[in-house]
């Protein structure tokens, strides 16, 4: 049984004990004097229960008056400023509970930020895109595959225009420059596939004598030579080489007139094929084979005079189809540094086309191979 305060048991004493009062008459008698008075046995003078009771424990807070107290039973969750039952997880609260990542806040949250709208850390590959850390991000569809759009690590994927050469791919990346009039440091334009505006040549690694099976053989021989380097588009290779009645220019006419040549390592050797017939290359030569290594003073199947027209009807190893040391082929000279004494007689001579003849059992006859 709960404790009662006394200035309770006062205010229950005057409302409902009669044992509590004063007993009739004064305990002064009718002379002035005081006497003694014996008090009243409570067991026959209380009642056994009150009649009227006052419940203390229910009074509504702020209802109760002077003195009295009240008691509250459950828990009580309490709530905030905005109604939100306070305990309660809620991703936007600014406070980081058991099921959140992170939570900066109703302000702070954001799809395009460190902690997501649903309080989850905007990470690569989740779709979104974090501003200032990712420069994309597509989530499932992220791949270093070449042409994605974003690669696994919320870059750019390798693509036409990111303006790095893939050379499985491509052929030149100028960037913004792609499919505009400026081209590279060598002049040399990329058009909006990232195909270099070029043709490609190189000399043969391997010699031959003179028995290459006529123009087709030689032309063969070229394939095969860009087949095995890996060269791209290997059947475009075609042998510059003039027979008695064949003259190599006529074999490359339906070159475009306004594409330079490029050695395989991609340094440019002449303008068009008409300034190749009329000057020569440029620089020091076609000095680079099918698979980019450098082969200077080498001589070279040609039986072509600067002009690109046919030489000699005789020196051509029977059309390019024997091996007999009775026949001889004209034969050019393939490259020279540019540092060697012979360079400028190499130029101004065309030693390049012709220089001197060959018997044909020799494995002497590298080729140049051009593309059309």
Known sequence: MPLIAPRHLLLLCSLTVPACKEPAGSLEDDTGTTGTTTAPDPSTTMPDTPTTTLDITTTAPGDEGPGTTSTTSGTDTGTDAAGTTTGATECGNGVVEDDEACDDGLSGNDNNRFCTADCTLNVCGDGKLFVGWELCDEGAANSDEYGSLCAEDCQPGARCGDHKLQKEFETCDLGLENGGQKG?????????????????????????????????????????????????????????????????????????????????????????????????????????????????????????????????????????????????????????????????????????????????????????????
């Open 184 to 372: 590279d440091n060598q002049g040399i334009l990329c058009d909006t596939s990232c195909r270099a505006q070029q043709l490609r040549g190189f000399i043969t690694n391997d010699g031959f004598t003179g028995a290459l099976d006529g123009l087709f053989g030689a032309d063969l021989k070229c394939k095969a030579a860009a087949t095995a380097a890996g060269l791209a588009s290997p059947e475009r290779f075609h042998a510059y080489l003039s027979t008695a009645d064949v003259d190599a220019k006529d074999r490359f006419d339906k070159v475009v007139a306004s594409l330079p040549y490029v050695l395989v390592t991609g340094k440019k050797f002449a303008e068009m094929v008409p300034e190749q017939n009329a000057a020569g290359p440029l620089g020091e030569g076609i000095s680079v084979t099918e698979y980019g290594s450098t082969l200077y003073e080498t001589y070279v199947a040609t039986n072509t005079a600067p002009g690109g027209i046919s030489f000699s009807p005789e020196e051509n190893c029977l059309g390019w189809s024997s091996a007999k040391p009775d026949y001889t082929g004209r034969v050019g000279f393939s490259a020279l540094p540019i540092d060697s004494p012979d360079a400028m007689a190499w130029q101004a001579e065309q030693w390049w086309t012709g220089v001197k003849s060959r018997q044909c059992d020799k494995a002497v006859f590298h080729l140049y191979c051009l593309e059309l």
